[in-house]
């Protein structure tokens, strides 16, 4: 889950490794880049990523060896992008975070693309870059060549090293004389013939790896642990099969109905961008609701920030696993090519997209971003009983979705539209447990863990997510109002005990609008335009509606808490500002804490009538079961943003039989 899977990065480098030879791309980006760039929100194309590594290398700031960690689009300021008309002018501009990993160094670039020329380069002092995929090979072959490695596997009777699969993690928590280095840890797997290592643990060793110096620093080892059984395999030769059932077709005879122009998609009254970022993964953008002939806007930009997975096993080569998978490796890097017919039906559309590797070259990653629409269900029914006559109406819905595998875990992000005005998330989770070595082949519960097969403990763990919600709806003019339920005190307004009211509170300033979610008063929160009134006079709005969460459990003065402080609240809001992005900071590897969200919010700005941005954390607490061994049937967790006042009534109710 925290650990880069090694196929897919090894897919990514020998990709990377043809970049010296012509390489096929689809015809669109046989377009020079200026020309084909049509909106400021464009991602690179290839040509940019091009131009803006060659003019970054040129410069003689640019370090010997030097490492692109992240090249992107620097998106204009939102006021720009507002103002932007289709066949004006577009500024292009670049944003790199280079790595001089050999003197540990850090540092921030932006480049002119019209001008191709370098327009700032910063030091950053004090930070570690997310970990670099060409990292892994490096890390693998100096713990490979340490003897104190070496021992530790042959005191369990390994001596092929061949047989051994590494997997590397993000340091997570630093003891105090590591600090200012920057470091990644091996945890090493029995994989043999095997495809799936992961039910094999050499429990017990981890080797703490200097990058700068390219050494072994430390090679913890808590004892021997016996080697579990073989994994098993996925294949349908190794699970064997039932018997299918039958078939079930779905087809589009007339084509989609979406329109999908560059990076622009309509569909069913919702007009909105989208792109994939390398870090965050799928990005939504501009998005509205056509309503009366008009787009009305809701939202500006919506992503996933950041996740925060940290375990509740106190082992010492357990405890400092709390994966940041967003920050530390890069959700949208991560992207695993979608199948048609398993991960996508066979309707979806299912689009390349094109990122920068480590080295600044650009590359394809085929089927990143999967669309398509299904079956919503009865959207709305009434069967008059007087009469006899039924009018009902079955609805559908537009996915858009990408699927990030990160070491054992698979992350699929899924935003719905439906017909009806709401936007819902999906978060599906599935992939691989992280395993743990033990001495036990039969037990029911382990404490910090749970027994999942003869041998191998699946710990106890959580995964929060946090989503970036900068809502405009109908405009910027916006507020966050607090949406409180409670039953009403008995007396003479209330005589028959059954009276309820919702009480509305404005979150008037971002620290009273660190919020918590509270079941016994079904609370919701609700952004509404207060400059704006509908025809039945209230202001138009839409609500938050959590779904499935949870609290942390992991102690607020961890170190795991400071450096993830967007998981003490569920619900946030923020005075939008150019540049606030990732609610763990932009730097969270080894970071120490205190940067991102809570940091936003300790000035305290009022939030009436503003440009707000939401920030919602939802969480699952994992507690494991052996029916999710070897790999996890899927886990849904989400919620959904829902108009309430928005329309003036069923935004639906035209939609045909």
Sequence with gaps: MAARLWHIMSAHMLSFSRFSVPLVVCASLAVPALARAQHPLDPLSKEEIQTAAKVIRAAPQF??????????????????????????????????????????????????????????????KGVQAAVLDSEWAVMDKIVRADPRWQEAMKKRGITDFSQLQLDNWAVGQVAPQYQGKRL??????????????????????????????????????????????????????????????????????????????????????????????????????????????????????????????????????????????VGEYGMGRLASSIEKDTDAPPNARLIDVTYANDDGEPYELKNAVGIYERDGGMIWKHYESYSGTNESRRGRELVIFFIATIGNYDYAINWIFHQDGTLEVDGALTGIMLPKGTAAATAGTQGQGHLVSPNVVAPHHQHFFNFRLDFDVDGQSNAVHEMNTTAMPAGPDNPYLNGMVMKETMLASERLAARDMNMPTARTWVVENMAEKTALGTHPGYVLVPGVNSIPYVAPTSQVRKRAGFINHQFWVTRYHDGEMYAGGVYPNQSLGGAGLTSWVANNESLSNQDVVVWYTMGITHIPRPEEWPVMPVTHVGFKMIPAGFFTRNPALDVPK
Excluded: C
């Design 63 to 124: 370090p010997e060896n030097g490492k692109f960690a992240t090249l992107v689009l620097k998106e204009p300021a939102k006021a720009d992008v507002l103002a932007f008309r289709p066949g004006s002018a577009v500024a292009r501009q670049a944003f790199a975070i280079i790595l001089d990993r050999r003197h540990n160094r850090t540092f921030e670039a932006v480049v002119d693309l019209k001008a191709s020329s370098l327009l700032s380069w910063t030091e950053i």
């Design 184 to 325: 990644l840890r091996a945890v090493t797997y029995f994989k043999g013939t095997q495809k799936n290592f992961y039910g094999r643990p050499v429990e017990g060793v981890i080797a703490l790896v200097d990058m700068n110096e390219e050494k072994v620093i430390e090679v913890s080892d808590t004892g021997v642990r016996p080697m579990p059984p073989p994994s098993q395999e996925f294949d349908m030769k190794s699970t064997g099969t039932r018997e299918a059932p039958k078939p079930l077709v779905i087809q589009q005879p007339n084509g989609e109905s979406y329109q999908l122009r560059g990076q622009e998609i309509t569909w069913q009254k919702w007009h909105f961008r989208y792109t994939m970022h390398p870090r965050e993964g799928l990005v939504l953008q501009q998005v509205g609701y056509e309503d009366g002939g008009r787009v009305r806007p809701i939202l500006y930009r919506a992503a996933l920030s950041e996740m925060a997975v940290p375990y509740g096993d106190t082992d010492k080569n357990w405890r400092w696993r709390s994966a940041f998978d």
